[in-house]
């Protein structure tokens, strides 16, 4: 990856890291996960800042190297883009902050389709910007699978 803007770079990073610290600041986060009842494969609850801070860096990372191209398709690659940080936003605080454990997980599912449609987007301009969001589209998938099970467990 050629850096074009170092400044940009940092703002794209910085974007996400962003959206995510707000949404746990303002959901309670991890305060919560630790008292729910969890499902087996429920990782230890240190690994998810450091796993959200990776993906949020790679997001970034992404979308900074979609903005900097030439496509005359970027706006609607990160259109989408948008679309889902809205959707990561909120789920963090429906799922922490209501516990509306069912909403929750439909709103992940709708997430998790927003990112697919955003890693379609991104590949058409940059394989190696989509291929930076796989991780954070399986880690949803898995959050998707905790979210049920907590939902489950909890009715």
């Avoid at 429906?94 to 998790?112: C, K």
């Amino acid at each position: 990856m050629k850096i074009k803007s170092k400044s940009n770079l940092i703002i794209a990073i910085l974007i996400p890291i962003a959206v995510g610290t707000l949404s746990a600041l303002l959901s309670g986060g991890m305060s919560t996960f630790s008292v729910i009842n969890k499902p087996a494969l429920s990782p230890p609850g240190f690994l998810f800042p450091i796993v959200w801070t990776i993906l949020y860096i790679l997001m970034g990372i992404s979308s900074y190297m979609i903005y900097e191209s030439d496509s005359p398709y970027k706006g609607r690659a990160l259109e989408a883009y948008a679309i889902q940080l809205f959707f990561n936003f909120f789920w963090s605080i429906i799922f922490f902050g209501f516990h509306r454990y069912l909403l929750a997980f439909l709103w992940l599912i709708a997430l998790i389709f927003f990112i697919i449609i955003m890693i379609y987007r991104f590949y058409q301009i940059s394989p190696k910007a989509a291929y930076l969001q796989i991780p954070y589209l399986l880690w949803c998938l898995f959050a998707a699978y905790l979210n049920f099970m907590i939902y489950r467990l909890a009715t």
